[in-house]
């Protein structure tokens, strides 16, 4: 087992790695923004280092004060969380070149996965079902032909993308053009890359994804399935829930199935999801591969009682995994609420300042992951997220009553939240049967406020 | 907060609605700042906002240096004592603190672009530069200390140096149109 571990991220998540660490009995080394001195994972940490101003770029994202402040500190590994550099392959083999090893997949598994064209077709090779999909785009010729083939709608997509960035739907021909453009000037914008892609666009399918875990040594298994079609308008999860209501078993074993033979057609070792879009009539297809530990992945940790992030730790040492597959079972549901600093009514803009009193839910089945405290700053050049409201029970009508419950208990003074919004939507009808799709959220906030308790 | 905010005496309309709609925002950003005293100057018209401030007893300079170091790190710390700057030089990277050695003891005139000392990061020599003429009062990190961003190194007082030339936020001028 490592020594000491450096945790390059923040917010909840540097705090969650930090618990793992300790409870495995590796010291923690934080790093910090200077917006950021009194943050909790700060105070949590053996050691912390400023590592640059506040804006991200030159602070989470600075390579090189990372890198100076783990040869400082003489950390064995370095973990970097989701977001930030977690999914930057360049970043991996630096840590492995400087001698720290990478909590992580392997770079060369970053890399595959992380370019979506070649991600694709590898599962593709692998029997894996994907989303009929066009290829890089060269010429609107070439994308005027792949649509009438494919039929529209069609989603236009930046091949570096992510976060809903780069991405528009097409819903007729005379459009198409008009889509690639703003399409690959955001992409641009966003990623230096303007390069783009074009998929049919499913109507109605529901996100699933299915979590993995792989030791160094060649075994693979799943860890059930999480269904996270509660999302902000521009693709962003806001809820999520294991296992997927309504889900046909023998549709719920294929997508397993499919994600272990992915992981493994990727080489791939430590924790990762693979996210597919399944449609109304049971076809799934495989959209992409996050090679990192995710948000909601407390949800999966709840309902299959397996610690992920320490499971991360321990293999990233070269300890085996130890789990095997026909031990994984599901006990209960989980639901997890992601409670953000965002003013909803206002196209969920992120929201800034010092918070006044904050009283978090306990009791019961209810775990909470976060970083902030009563008077704590919510900093405006990071991502909006304060908690991670976590419910679990022995079904799924008794999870969503008690996070009803907990979300009830729920005060944050100081800043718009998204706590009233997940209210409506457990309360909403569809949630509760169980019914909705990726944009049923945004459909649904579309309609008169008349919805809900 | 501001405790006084000196307009140039105009009336008309548009100073008024300059001062309704800009002043109250800049006073508010101004409050959270460490400066004593800010001049703005913009195509509507002037304003100068002073900060009330408690005197403090007057020190010896390098305990007035130490004693701002204690609270938070900042770049650029005035003080209402006899027109002192002290300006404190921190690390912009994460690494180990060595001082040139002889380079400079306190109370002495560095120049323009002396290089006072290093910081070594992932096996280069980052040089930290006077960044221009100043007086050294006290080197405040010690040699083979780990530094990390915005980490006090020196603190060094610009104002005794030859004096830069002012900014243009002087003189006051009246509103234009």
Known sequence: ?453 | MPENIDGNGSTDASFSRFVSERVAPLAKAFASTPLAELRVRTSEGSIRLVKAVDAPAPERAPAVAKALLRGSKQHLMPTVESGHQYDVISADVVGIFSPVAGASSAGERVGEDTVLGYIEALKLKHPVRSGGPCVLIAQVAEDGQAVDFGEPLFVVDRAEAPKAPEPILEPLEPPRL
Request: hydrophobic residues 40%; charged residues 25%.
């Open chain 1, 1 to 453: 087992m490592f020594d000491k571990v450096l945790i390059a991220n923040r917010g909840e998540i540097a705090v969650r790695v930090i618990r793992a660490c300790r409870e495995l009995g590796v010291r923690t080394v934080a790093i910090f923004s200077d917006a950021e001195r009194d943050a909790l994972h700060v105070r949590l940490a053996d050691e912390a280092f400023c590592v640059g101003p506040p804006p991200a770029a030159r602070s989470y994202l600075n390579v090189p004060n990372i890198i100076s402040a783990a040869e400082i500190t003489g950390v064995d590994a370095i973990h970097p969380g989701y977001g930030f550099l977690s999914e930057n392959a360049g970043f991996a083999e630096i840590c492995a070149s400087h001698g720290f090893k990478f909590i992580g997949p392997p770079a060369a598994a970053i890399a595959l996965m992380g370019d979506k064209a070649s991600a694709k077709r590898r599962m593709q090779e692998a029997g894996v079902p994907v989303v009929p999909g066009s290829g890089i785009i060269e010429t609107d010729e070439q994308a005027k032909r792949f649509c009438a083939e494919a039929g529209y709608p069609v989603l236009i997509k930046a091949t570096a993308g992510g976060g809903g960035k780069g991405m528009r739907i097409v819903g007729r021909e005379t459009d198409l053009g008009a889509g690639l453009a703003a399409a690959r000037g955001e992409a641009q914008a966003a990623f230096a890359d303007g390069r783009v892609y074009i998929e049919k666009l499913l109507e109605h399918p529901r996100h699933i994804e299915v979590q993995v875990l792989a030791d160094e040594f060649g075994h693979v298994i799943h860890v059930g399935e999480r269904d996270c079609s509660i999302q902000k308008p521009g693709h962003q999860k806001l809820l999520e829930e294991s296992p997927a209501p309504n889900l046909d078993p023998e549709v719920r074993a294929q997508l397993c199935a499919a994600a272990v033979k992915a992981a493994r057609a990727a080489d791939y070792a430590n924790a990762g999801t693979l996210e597919f879009l399944v449609a109304p009539d049971n076809q799934f297809y495989f959209m992409e591969m996050n090679t990192r530990i995710q948000v909601e992945h407390p949800v999966t940790e709840s309902v299959y009682g397996i610690d992920l992030v320490r499971w991360q730790v321990r293999i990233a040492s070269g300890e085996r995994l130890t789990v095997r597959q026909e031990d994984v079972r599901p006990r209960g549901h989980a639901i997890e609420c992601r409670i953000n600093a965002e003013d909803v009514d206002n196209g969920f803009r992120p929201v800034s300042g010092k918070l006044g009193t904050v009283l978090l839910p306990g009791g019961p089945g209810i775990r909470v992951d976060t970083h902030i405290y009563s008077g704590a700053e919510v900093p405006p050049f990071y991502d909006s997220m304060l908690a991670k409201i976590i419910a679990v029970d022995r079904d799924r009508p008794s999870a969503i009553a008690r996070m009803r419950r907990a979300l009830d208990e729920t005060e944050i003074h100081g800043v718009a939240t998204t706590v009233a919004l997940h209210e409506r939507i457990l309360a909403s009808e569809p949630f509760e049967a169980g019914h909705t799709y990726v944009t049923w959220l945004r459909e649904y906030l579309l309609q008169p406020a008349a919805v809900g308790g």
